[in-house]
């Protein structure tokens, strides 16, 4: 099976849920004395150097009595998400599925007692979202031949002997036959690893040959190979490039990326973390990255009981109606020839976040259509530079909408550039989607 062919879904997703959930959910920020009220939860072992046994302890409160794998897919649906991710190994090194290689996973260490992968997974396949298994495959802090004494972010409190570390037999008995694992028992569509480099350029070939073995159409993020971005564009051992954390391509890059973006400053449940990113900001954000070629996988960090916090789900429902309305100019869409069109930006400004007066444009396009999509109100009229009898010397324009507004706009092209009428109401709210649709050009 070739990359084109296994890639194809997911370049037309375009939107997914990351899902960070595993024991760090409990402490959730807060550990004895010590309340983090911004940072990654998900890593409080490291930052509290908790040994090992008694983080290990958090297991035997693991009691989500209120998780339902069915509505968590419910949730990601109507936000217009695509596809979830799922934490399944995160650096802490517990399993949040069934393994047979380590009892320390959710169903033989936990009360609750329930594969939450295996559910997962089920409610995912019900409802038509594709899933994906996260993988902390370069650090293990629980296991003492786990990555290791030579990084600087590894378990050295409980593991001082940098001579124990033993990443060569890490990796042989626990990361790679858990891959396997994961590989056998879910049938991923996509495989997400989180890493730094440790592994050798030959284990990262072995792990490779082996998932193209067991599960030749699972998708594969750059991080099997390295995490730097933008360095080796594009990795031999992947099918798109994961950028930084919370990081966006500022350019068109030429090859399918994604973003992993949290929507507070933690990936894990923080309890006292309320620095949520507002659906404005997401729609936004979505719509820059699209433009760029890129998906966006937005994070979610459920609690300890199992819910996904009320103030996620508010702004994902949010972003659903959005996609409800705009959704077109979204999913299946490729980047235009050039992806923002609005005044320059001044040194050092974020256009998404603080888009320059009068309007900032993204495009999109799909067939014969090119969506601009203004993420803010245009007013009184729109002048979409890049669109001028120059810039689209080769096509003509057989007419404009706004989706979801039955308003007519009226258009008129000079060589300063399209300017458009506004319709009266908005249609929606938080970003506006002009579509361009082209005359077809007969092929002689
Ligand atoms: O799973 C999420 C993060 O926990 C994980 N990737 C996403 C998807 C991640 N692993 N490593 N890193 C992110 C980068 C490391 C950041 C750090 Fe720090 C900066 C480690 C120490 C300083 C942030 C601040 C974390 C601890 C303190």
Redesign the pocket.
Known sequence: MTREERIGWWREARFGMFI?WGLYAIPGGVWKDTVRAT??S??VM??EKIPAQEYALLAKSFKPTRFDAKAWASIAKKAGMKYMVLTTK??DGFSMFKSRLTPYNVVDATPFKRDVTGELVAACRDSGLRFGCYYSIDRDWYRPQGPGNRYK?SNVWDFPDSKKEDFDTYFATLAKPQIEELLANYRPDLLWF?GIDMKSDAQVEELYQSIRKLRPECVLNSRIQGCRFPAKIPPPHCDYISTG?NEIADQLLGFEWEN?ASMNTS?GFNRNDHNWVEPKEIVSRLVDIVSKGGNYLLNVGPTPEGLIPQACVDRLLEVGKWLETNGEAIYGTSPWRVFRDGPPPKPGQDQVKEPAAPVEIRFTSKADSLYAICLSWPEPEVLVRALGKQGLSDKTIAGVRMLGSSEEVKWQQTDAGLTLSVPREQPCRHAFVYRIDFNHKQTP
């Open positions: 960070h940072g990654y998900e890593w490291y930052a995160h650096h972010q989180d954390d992993p990936f």
